[in-house]
């Protein structure tokens, strides 16, 4: 029930390493922001320096308009699941949930009360005499879930909290944190190198790379508009496939040429260049595996390709191909439509054709790797 | 199963009871041994037909004077001594060592690894080397003959926060996630340490008592020298041993069986209860309790 502004925020460790760079965000209240990345961009130090269990090197963070920089997690008043659960030992499940409140000396029948109503919420109720060695993982995550819940903390901090759970747990877990976001309406920043988590959970995603924010949007938006080839490659599954091409203009229109296929643009993305006084330039093309059509026979607008490896996933297939200059290009295709000489075709080295209108094109810049038309 | 591997298995298991017994003959050799000066000091210090050294070992006559004798001395003072200081200090001493480990296991702060690296080349040099200075020292401060047990107390105490090598070590095994989601959770440092580190360190926390209590009950150089010379200024080593000398000997040999056995009470009582968690303290490092 807060939110959470950071501005410029800054971590350099003892060994010099800057984990973070002037790091700008503002959350709102009852938002429930996901960070994403990969290993080692600096994710988890950010949300410490949220909790306060690392030192902020530079910058500002505040909570509900009150700069906490150098307060204790103590007296911050956020909840934090672990990756690794951190549940203490020697305490019982009950007791594991109900430590924050004792030490704030709750009475003990509110303890009681907010215990076991947290407890059934989570589906933890036979559990609760037990101590934590004896429960299973995902009963694990769920006591560090119910941990952090009875608090009622104004920020809601998970990181990774799904990682060390199997592929069925996890997405059984990550439909129960959607509900249970729903119930407890507060603040969430939650931490995940997994696109699928971020997109599924997320109000809004922050994209970073080595401390660096990339991009903060929408899951929709950062999957429409990324605004460069990192943020491109890194949302979405299976990855964007990208091709060079040459971008020609010719007056006040565009048009993408590659393997001999030439693309016109559309109005918008025509306008949107024009006013960047973009002219012809090499670009990086980046197209979404189910935004292209395969055909079987050659267009004018089609891109030749041979097969090379073929995926089935039941309602769909992955095609791997590769075009004329060797680029690899991953496309998804709906069983559903196919006749059974087109089955047939579908198999390594068989020539097919792609295409794709102007408006699921990505265009960057090879140098800067910014996006064109996008951000 | 074939014949053969059958008849290997006869083998290897012939072979497991052969060494084990040989094993448990050793170790029974080995704790007769080591328990003979025991039971002969007990069985001494009931001897009553002769207060001196004999040749022998069982008693001819058995009775409790020597007990009764032993409380007409000043023997009770140095019990209590030695009691006081032992007990002071181990309380001390254990409240040290454990905030000590903690610190060092769990702050990081500037001059940690030199402070480290400086308190473990300290504790190489013989506490003797001190003692004539510390003698100064005590003296200055009025604290030695009668007044030797504050005097040894603070000696004791002093250098406690060097022995942290064992419970900061063990320490080191707990993870610091879960101090970390103890802080989250509201815990201060000193709440941390109380409920979550040292419950979870029972062994250590055990094993640092007994020694911080053994040293003290044990010692006699220092004692010795703070005493110097003083009757109600001395430990039970201290009283004990000066009857051992020529001129009382014969008079105090069964006195001092007897004293031996009331001195070694306490410690084999608080070892007999406490022996399972002494064992995982003392290896603690590998085994995670
Ligand atoms: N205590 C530390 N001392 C020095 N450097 C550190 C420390 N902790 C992390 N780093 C460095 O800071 C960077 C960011 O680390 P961080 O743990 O925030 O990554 P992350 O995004 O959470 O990665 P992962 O997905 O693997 O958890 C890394 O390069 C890491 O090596
Ligand atoms: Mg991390």
Redesign the interface.
């Known amino acids: 029930m807060a939110s959470v502004k950071l501005t410029d925020v800054k971590k350099v460790y003892?060994n010099k390493v800057t984990a973070v760079h002037d790091f700008n965000l503002e959350i709102q209240d009852k938002e429930f922001i996901v960070f994403v990345g990969p290993s080692g961009c600096g994710k988890s130090t950010t949300l410490r320096m949220i909790?306060?269990?690392e030192d902020i090197s530079g910058g500002t963070l505040e909570i509900d308009g009150q700069v906490v920089n150098d307060l204790?997690?103590?007296d911050r008043d956020?909840?934090?699941v672990?990756q690794?659960y951190?549940?203490?030992?020697?305490m019982t499940v009950y007791d594991n949930i109900a430590?924050?409140l004792r030490?704030?000396k709750v009475p003990e029948d509110e303890v009681y009360e907010r215990v076991t109503n947290a407890a059934q919420i989570l589906g933890i109720t036979e559990y609760l005499t037990r101590k934590p060695r004896a429960l299973s993982g995902g009963q694990r995550q769920r006591v560090a879930i119910g941990?952090a819940m009875v608090?009622n903390a104004k920020v809601f901090l998970m990181d990774e909290p799904l990682s060390n759970l199997d592929a069925k747990l996890r997405n059984q877990m990550r439909a129960e944190i959607i509900q249970l976001r729903q119930k407890l309406e507060t603040t969430f920043i939650y931490v995940t190198h997994d696109q699928t988590e971020a997109m599924t959970l997320g109000d809004r995603i922050v994209i970073m790379r080595d401390g660096i924010i990339e991009q903060v949007g929408t899951p929709q938006e950062v999957f429409d508009t990324p605004v460069n080839l990192f943020v491109a490659g890194f949302i979405g599954s299976p990855q964007m496939n990208f091709l060079k091409a040459s971008l020609i203009r010719t007056g006040d229109s565009f048009s993408v040429s590659l393997l001999g296929v030439n693309l016109a643009l559309n109005p918008d993305q025509n306008e949107v260049l024009t006013r960047k006084g973009i002219g012809s330039q090499e670009v990086i093309l980046g197209i979404r595996p189910e935004h292209t059509a395969v055909l079987f026979e050659p267009d004018q607008n089609a891109i030749e390709c041979t097969i090379d490896v073929y995926e089935m996933m039941g309602s769909e297939l992955h095609l791997h191909l590769t075009d004329q200059n060797s680029d690899r290009i991953i496309v998804r295709l709906p069983t559903i439509d196919l006749t059974r000489e087109q089955r047939q075709h579908l198999s390594f080295g068989n020539r097919l054709f792609i295409s794709f209108p102007a408006k699921v094109m990505h265009l960057f810049d090879p140098e800067t790797e910014k996006s064109l038309i996008d951000g | 199963m074939s014949e053969a591997t059958a008849k290997r298995h006869m083998g290897l298991r012939a072979s497991r009871a052969v060494s084990n017994t040989f094993i448990h003959v050793l170790l029974i050799v080995i704790s007769i041994i080591w328990l003979i000066p025991f039971v002969c000091i007990v069985l001494q210090s009931f001897r009553v037909e002769n207060t001196g050294p004999v040749g022998y070992i069982i008693p001819h006559q058995w009775g409790t004077d020597n007990y009764t004798r032993l409380f007409q001395t000043d023997f009770p003072r140095w019990y209590t001594n030695t009691f006081i200081a032992a007990l002071v200090t181990a309380v001390l001493q254990t409240v040290i060592v454990l905030c000590m480990s903690y610190t060092l296991s769990r702050f990081r702060f500037k001059m940690r690894q030199p402070l480290m690296r400086f308190m473990l080349i300290l504790g190489m040099f013989p506490g003797m080397l001190t003692m004539i200075i510390l003698y100064r020292v005590l003296k200055d401060l009025g604290l030695t003959q009668a007044n030797a047990v504050p005097g040894l107390i603070l000696v004791y105490v002093a250098s406690s926060g060097m022995g942290y090598y064992v419970s900061k070590g063990f320490f080191d095994t707990i993870p610091m996630s879960l101090d970390e989601a103890a802080r989250v959770d509201g815990a201060t440092r000193a709440k941390i340490l109380y409920k979550i580190i040292l419950p979870l360190s029972k062994p250590i926390v055990i094993y640092t008592v007994l020694t911080a209590f053994m040293g003290p009950w044990g010692d006699y150089v220092f004692a010795r020298y703070i005493a110097f010379g003083t009757s109600a200024g001395k430990n039970v080593a201290v009283g004990l041993y000066d009857w051992l000398n020529k001129d009382q000997i014969s008079n105090s040999y069964t006195m001092f069986c007897a004293g031996g056995v009331l001195v070694a009470l306490p410690v084999t009582i608080l070892f007999l209860f406490l022996q399972k968690y002494y064992v995982e303290g003392v290896t603690g490092g590998a085994v995670k309790g």
């Open positions: 003892d909790a306060g269990l204790q997690p103590k956020i909840a934090m672990f690794n951190a549940l203490y030992p020697h430590f924050s030490l704030k941990r608090r």
